[in-house]
């Protein structure tokens, strides 16, 4: 059984119809550029290998690490912003309680509000901090990590240096200098792999071991998917078949993605798919708008526009075919509630139902809709389905025309901020 799996029933007779039924001539191009390079950005194609081409000895040095932090710290603070925090951020939640706080995250906003409770709440604890950033000047994070630098060098003085794990470039950056100079522990981004695609880097590998995750699991994963994924036949290979999908979609004006979930510990894995396909597709006037939303929660706030709202959209279901837990509905020797009537049956199927249910209402409804099955919510799992996105998204960027690996769009809200804080300054 694959650990993940695309039902894609719920689509118009029409959408069927027109995936081709193996190859095109744009899918074996683009299979190729992903594969062997030649494609806009293949100067980043450095993820498409990385599960099975990951050095053990990376392997086992992040697993020292993690030990090491674990056994002298209470808490961690994730320092980064966009794919430098959103991948180990969704594993985390995916694959670990999910009431422990044993990781937070920072940096990914500047909202003093939020530093300062998470400053209160980390003061009396003893916290390691890991800063990723491949320049070490991304403002958001660079801000952040002053501020707990600080604190943290107030907790344990000299300490402070074995305390902070530093996740940036190889050689270069105002981040590199710093951990050179301050004898810092580093872990290499590498160069041919961009932020949202770096999960399986040291990016969001070394959270993940910190949490207790099984990273050589999560990797063990990602392999079985690039297995997968080497196929350019469509009905061999579900990431290209999804790819192809969304633009077949995109041409019926279809303009919105709404990715939904029934399980909340995969909000955070809605937020990185969000982010992989919003900046890889977005841009040159193309691309579809991600959206994401929390079912059956977000049924009693959007589920009137689903079902009867404009059909611009789509919808793409995560459901997870066999959860890790149960809770059996009892009855409590009364009817106030009226439900009697699910007494014995399991939270589980319940839930089932409400995906049935709603998955065909909003089908009937003209929204096209994919389900995806995870197996389970465990590490394999999750390696595979960040693999099996990561893969996706390049596939149908390059269908779309775009370069599925730079984000000029991002540079210019940089540029401006820059330009309105010095000026700020010299006015000053």
Partial sequence: MKLVRMDDSYLSENVKHNIPSTQGLEIRRAHKWIHQGGGEGSEFLGWVQLPVLLQEDE????????????????????????????????AIQMLTPTFQNRIYFAGHQMSATYLKDLVDEVDDAQFCINI?????????????FRFFRELLMEQCGDEA????????????????????????KTFVIPDNIGGRYSVLTPVGLLPMA???????????????????CRHVDLQKNDAYRYAVIRNLLMAEDKHIEVMVQYEPKLYYFTEWWKQLF????????????????SFSTDLHSMGQYLQQGPRHMFETVLWVDEPDVDWSITGLGDETDGLSYLEGKGLNYVNKIAMEATTQA?????????????????????????????????????????????????????????RLLTSDEEQN
């Fill in 362 to 418: 909003h089908s009937d409804g003209g929204v096209p809709t994919l389900l995806f099955h995870f197996s389970r919510l465990d590490a394999h799992t999750f390696g595979y389905a960040v693999y099996f996105f990561m893969m996706a998204c390049a596939m149908s960027a390059y269908l779309l025309g775009v370069n599925p690996f730079n984000q000029p769009g991002v540079e210019t809200y940089k540029r401006n901020m820059y």
């Fill in 210 to 228: 910190y949490a207790g995750i099984d990273i050589e699991d999560v990797l063990e994963g990602a392999s079985l998917a690039f297995e997968d």
């Fill in 161 to 184: 240096t074995n305390r902070i794990i530093v996740t940036t470039d190889a050689k270069k950056g105002a981040l590199y200098e710093l951990a050179q100079r301050e004898g810092y």
């Fill in 132 to 144: 990723i950033s491949k320049s070490g000047t991304t403002l958001e994070s660079a801000l952040t």
């Fill in 59 to 90: 392997v086992d040095e992040i697993l020292y690490t993690a030990e090491v932090l674990q056994n002298e710290t209470d808490v961690m603070i994730v320092i980064g912003i966009g794919g430098s925090y959103l991948g180990a951020r969704a």
């Fill in 278 to 293: 919003g900046e890889s597709e977005g841009k040159d006037g193309k691309g579809l708008f991600p959206a994401n939303l």
